[in-house]
């Protein structure tokens, strides 16, 4: 537990700290939600540490995010929209001006406007929900389509190159640090059969046919708030891993998350299965939104979520292998778990493949 009181101090708040708590279910960062009492009236903001194991170079992250964020405010701005501060990050300055701080042990902590009346899922609940999820995605890459400046920083470089995350889990064999790796073999066979679909993205990258745009990244579903009473997608979050990419990524990570019957570590495998009208939903909320895909990358979407989810299964096994140092665990084998789960859901999507290539094409 971090002194929040004290990090709250190296921000411009115009607030008087009152209490705080833990906050959300993400993977990476350490965050809170902070309580303030703003001239007599009850207010919160999201006060964040920076994963730093995770982002070698967290200014690089800020940097980012700063540019972002404050493109989607000029649009929001120029199209006079009502609640432009709802509709992306805002960034506290901290006592510098600066849009984060470092805290007494070098850590990089950034605090954000809290965004009221919507809310990240963790386990999808409808059809509208995939809609409006996917179709905030979609406006987010159009959005930063036309970001102008320099390249954005690469902040965690080959993110979802998948072959570099195969020869990862390779190194995590051969080292075999925690001494798991006797127990995984089954696992271990599942992605080796599967080395071909790891490349097959990249090498479309290579040759031209996908192009680079810059993407979020991790559009896992509790990472876009939607607003608690019309399920509209408010505020795409989690920028950190905003950067050069491929659209087929975001969309991947759609199908990964919002498209399972259950939630990404329930260890019961036999309730793991694809819901092909989510799948249908997501495809009509993305496309309603990214008007901008060329041929190959619509021709990838159905293949995307299995790349995507095969991908994360790869990470979770290889963190499972290396003693759990990437991802937050809450039980022993929380990453075995999670890995399972998802190469079971690699499995559902095989089975359906057909189908999604079909809802694709009609859509
Ligand atoms: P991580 O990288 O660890 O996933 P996130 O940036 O996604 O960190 O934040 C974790 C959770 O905190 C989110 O899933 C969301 O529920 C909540 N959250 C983050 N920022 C805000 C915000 N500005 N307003 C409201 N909730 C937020
Ligand atoms: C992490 O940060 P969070 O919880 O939104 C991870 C994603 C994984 C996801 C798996 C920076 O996402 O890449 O797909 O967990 N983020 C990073 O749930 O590694
Ligand atoms: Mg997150």
Redesign the pocket.
């Known amino acids: 537990m971090h002194d929040l009181r004290a990090i709250s101090a190296l921000f411009q708040m115009r607030a008087d700290f009152v209490d705080s708590q833990a906050?959300?279910?993400?993977?990476?960062?350490?965050?809170y939600?902070v309580w303030y009492d703003q001239a007599g009236r009850r207010v919160r903001?999201?006060h964040?540490r920076i994963?730093p194991h995770v982002f070698k170079n967290p200014i690089h992250v800020m940097e980012n995010v700063a540019r972002v964020t404050a493109h989607a405010l000029d649009r929001l701005l120029a199209d006079g929209h009502p609640e432009a501060h709802r509709r992306t990050?805002?960034c506290i300055p901290a006592l510098d001006g600066k849009p984060y701080a470092i805290d007494k042990d070098g850590h990089l902590w950034r605090t954000?406007?809290?965004?009221?009346g919507?809310?990240?899922y963790d386990e999808i609940e409808s059809n509208e929900q995939a809609y409006q999820a996917a179709k905030a995605f979609g406006e987010f890459q159009k959005l930063t389509a036309d970001l102008t400046g320099p390249r954005l920083h690469e902040t965690i470089p080959d993110f979802h190159h998948t072959p570099k995350r195969l020869a990862a889990l390779e190194e995590a064999i051969a080292s075999d640090t925690a001494g798991r790796a006797m127990t995984v073999q089954a696992e271990i066979a599942f992605a080796r059969a599967r080395a071909a679909d790891c490349s097959r993205i990249t090498d479309q990258i290579a040759s031209g046919e996908i192009p680079e745009r810059v993407t979020h990244n991790?559009t896992?579903l509790?990472?876009v708030?939607l607003d608690e009473t019309t399920a509209e997608g408010i505020?795409v979050?989690?920028?950190?891993t905003t950067m050069p990419g491929s659209a087929l990524y975001d969309f991947g990570d759609m199908v990964r998350t919002a498209a399972p019957t259950t939630r990404e570590d329930n260890p019961q495998l036999t309730e793991i299965g694809l819901r092909l009208d989510r799948f249908e939903s997501l495809v009509r909320g993305y496309l309603s939104a990214a008007t901008f895909l060329n041929a190959a990358e619509r021709e990838n979407l159905a293949f995307s979520g299995k790349l995507i989810t095969l991908e994360c299964g790869i990470r979770f096994l290889t963190d499972y292998l290396c003693g759990d140092t990437y991802f937050?665990i809450k039980r022993p084998g929380h990453n075995l778990d999670r890995c399972r789960n998802q190469f079971a859901f690699v499995k559902a999507l095989e089975e359906n493949m057909e189908a999604m290539e079909r809802i694709v094409a009609e859509a």
């Open positions: 906050f959300g279910s993400g993977h990476i960062n350490d965050t939600c903001y999201i964040q994963n990050l805002t954000y406007l809290f965004i009221e919507a809310k990240g991790d896992k509790n990472n708030l505020c979050i989690d920028l950190d937050k």
